[in-house]
């Protein structure tokens, strides 16, 4: 699969932001930051851009200035090049432990939950997708975002493949819980979003 030619994920971030603003919300929870630099000042990259496949979901949350970020990591070197990127107020935050021990011990609503913490490519990374929302479900509330990248792929031996049935990846096991459960999908493709009712 030539993955330059996978959407980016840059338009579906921003789509779940429009209805974290229409819904009137405030604290987005990311687990997993940039790692890569960035040297320009648009998000918007060009096909030759090295980082093209990367949504910028951390610079993109920013963004949002009246709202509360947290963003979890795992690796201290992501995160140091997210602290280098966000404009810190005392509303933003990187933190940097597992984000599944981060869930467990958060004790406040999360109104949009970003999942793109475990490489889609990772042995087990459907099962600490899904590890991550139930640990997180404590937190959701009624008119909370779910939003999960890399839904459009799988990994197989021969490397990235078109997900089979339209929705796979990070989100294999997770979005049929959550259709379970009672959430809805708004949108899918590169990144897959879903709201309760």
């Not at 975002?145 to 459009?152: F, G, K, R």
């Not at 990994?155 to 379970?180: C, H, S, V, Y």
């Amino acid at each position: 699969m030539d993955l330059s030619k996978r959407d980016t994920p840059e338009s579906y971030i921003r789509m779940a932001l429009e209805e974290f603003k229409r819904r009137g919300l405030h604290t987005i929870l990311e687990l997993g930051c940039i790692r890569v630099p960035v040297a320009h000042a648009a998000f918007k990259c060009s096909l030759s851009c090295p980082t093209r496949c990367d949504g910028h979901s951390t610079l993109l949350f920013d963004s949002v200035l009246q709202a509360e970020l947290i963003s979890v990591d795992i690796s201290e070197k992501a995160c140091n090049i997210a602290r280098k990127h966000l404009n810190y107020t005392p509303q933003k935050n990187i933190i940097c432990m597992d984000a599944i021990e981060y869930l467990k011990k958060r004790n406040h609503k999360i109104d949009l939950l970003y999942l793109d913490a475990w490489d889609a490519n990772l042995k087990d990374s459907a099962e600490k997708h899904l590890e991550a929302y139930q640990a997180a479900k404590k937190n959701l509330h009624d008119q909370s975002i779910v939003l999960i990248d890399d839904t459009d792929v799988r990994w197989t031996d021969d490397g990235f493949q078109p997900a089979e049935n339209g929705i796979d990846g990070k989100g294999r096991l997770l979005i049929p819980k959550m259709e379970q459960e009672g959430w809805n999908i708004i949108f899918t493709g590169r990144q897959t979003m879903l709201v309760m009712g």
